[in-house]
C-alpha cells in the first residue's frame, strides 16, 4: 500500500510538471499569436487606408475618362464647334461642304455649308484659316 501511494505521488508530481511544462508552451504560444494578431490588425488598418487612397484614385479616372470620352465624341461629331441653326437654335449641324474663298485659296478662310439635322434648313459658316 505504501509503495502505491509512493508511485501514485511521483505519477502526480511527474503529471504536475508535464501540465506545467505545457502550460508554459501553451502562454507562449498565446503571447506569440497576440503579437501576430496586433501586427495582422495593424496590416487590416494601412490597407484600409489603401484602400480608400485607391478608391479616390478610380473616382478620379473616372471623372478623367468621362472628360475625355466627353472630348472624344465631340471631336467625332459632325459639327465639333457646337455652331447653332439659325432658324430653331439647334446644334445638330452636319458639315456637308466646304469651300476655300477665292481670294487665297487653301490660305483663305472657308465656307462650311451645314445642314440642320432638325429642321432642314442649310447654313453657311465662314471657317478663318488658323493661325
Keep these: ?6 508511485e501514485k505521488l511521483i505519477d502526480e508530481n511527474d503529471s504536475t510538471l508535464i ?3 505545457r502550460l508554459l508552451l501553451l502562454k507562449d504560444q498565446l503571447v506569440a499569436y497576440d503579437k501576430e494578431l496586433t501586427g495582422c490588425r ?5 490597407l484600409a487606408d489603401m484602400i480608400g487612397y ?3 484614385e478610380i473616382q478620379n479616372i473616372k471623372l478623367e475618362n468621362f472628360t475625355f470620352t466627353e472630348n472624344m465624341e465631340k471631336l467625332h461629331s459632325p ?3 457646337d455652331y447653332q441653326c439659325s432658324l430653331c437654335g439647334s446644334i445638330k449641324l452636319k458639315r ?9 485659296g487653301r490660305f483663305d478662310a472657308k465656307n462650311a455649308f451645314f ?3 432638325d429642321c432642314g434648313k442649310e447654313k453657311v459658316i465662314k471657317i478663318d484659316p488658323p493661325k
Design 1 to 6: 500500500m505504501l509503495i502505491e501511494n509512493i
Design 19 to 21: 501540465i506545467k511544462e
Design 42 to 46: 495593424k496590416k487590416v488598418s494601412a
Design 54 to 56: 485607391l478608391e479616390l
Design 79 to 81: 459639327d465639333p464647334h
Design 96 to 104: 456637308i461642304e466646304s469651300t476655300f474663298q477665292e481670294t487665297f
Design 115 to 117: 445642314i440642320c439635322l
